[in-house]
């Protein structure tokens, strides 16, 4: 029987420099795509895929994010005072379960690896999830979901995949495929953004991992690897052959929101998928292309 996943963990600790000055003073995860915040998505998202209990591994300046989080009282007071229970409504539905909520630091910038490993001793031995809120994606069900029915049938470790060009290889994990029936891969390793001519496959791991415990004695070792920090690729590639290991090529569009465009485009596509500014958006665009 598979174990159920009741944990993620979201490594929100870095610096968001690409977004400067904007995230100067604000956690680049806190930005808005149309009306809300990206850590909001991946949130929601895991929430809608039946965990129960997030992690946060964060960082200096990163305290506004826990108190999106929380009551504001003096806001939600003056909501219904004014009669605004809608609003006051997505305030509230946003928020997880108290004492469901956690969160640590990660001192040192020394990688996603070392990021996943300081939640090891709120995961306790238990299989986990992690999503990383700069990939936004826009699927229905949502991608974590479509996993976790793919995780109870196989078990395992799982990363959500996507086929990327050859020539951006250098910039993912990249899976070496035994066998591929179009939707799901099964890989004998992995590789931390290799060359184009290295590249095993053009099958990229994105912000999404079903991963078993086991994987947190290999990270246990703070061995560093591409960029001179800690993957969590290496990681998971020493726990092949112990623990089969998978990529679900998940149905839904993924926005890179690490980067401006990818930003951009992701508040674009969120916008017109909201059927409160669909039509608004499309007459918009109309003037500008």
């Not at 808005?32 to 915040?37: E, M, R, S």
């Not at 928020?95 to 300081?118: E, F, K, N």
């Not at 991963?211 to 690897?225: M, T, Y």
């Amino acid at each position: 029987m598979v174990e159920p996943v009741r944990k993620a963990v979201f490594p929100v600790a870095g610096l968001g420099t690409r977004f400067l000055p904007a995230t100067k003073a604000m956690p680049k995860e806190m930005l808005p795509v149309v009306d809300k915040p990206l850590i909001q998505y991946a949130v929601e998202e895991a929430r809608d895929a039946g965990i129960e209990e997030f992690i946060f591994i964060t960082g200096r300046g990163k305290g506004v994010l826990l108190d999106h989080f929380d009551h504001g009282f003096e806001l939600e007071h003056t909501l219904e005072e004014r009669g605004r229970m809608e609003a006051l409504q997505a305030l509230r539905v946003s928020m997880p379960r108290p004492g469901r909520i956690y969160s640590t630091r990660q001192q040192q910038p020394l990688g996603l690896g070392h990021a996943v490993w300081c939640a090891n001793s709120f995961v306790r031995g238990e299989p986990f999830a992690v999503l990383l809120a700069d990939d936004l994606i826009l699927a229905e069900p949502g991608c974590l979901k479509q996993m976790m029915e793919v995780y109870q049938e196989i078990g395992g470790n799982l990363v959500a995949t996507e086929d990327v060009p050859r020539e951006h290889t250098m910039r993912y994990g990249i899976l070496d495929v035994v066998e591929d029936d179009g939707r799901l891969a099964r890989a004998k390793g992995l590789v931390e953004k290799p060359n184009p001519e290295d590249a095993p496959s053009t099958l990229s791991i994105i912000g999404r991992y079903i991963l078993q415990p086991e994987v947190f004695s290999h990270l246990e070792r703070q061995e560093k690897g591409a960029g001179n920090e800690i993957q969590l690729t290496d990681a998971m590639a020493r726990t092949i052959g112990d623990i089969p290991f998978h990529g679900l090529r998940f149905e839904g569009r993924r926005f890179d929101c690490g980067n401006k465009l990818g930003f951009l485009e992701a508040n674009v596509a969120f916008a017109l998928a909201h059927e409160e500014f669909e039509d608004d958006i499309r007459e918009m665009l109309r003037g500008y292309v």
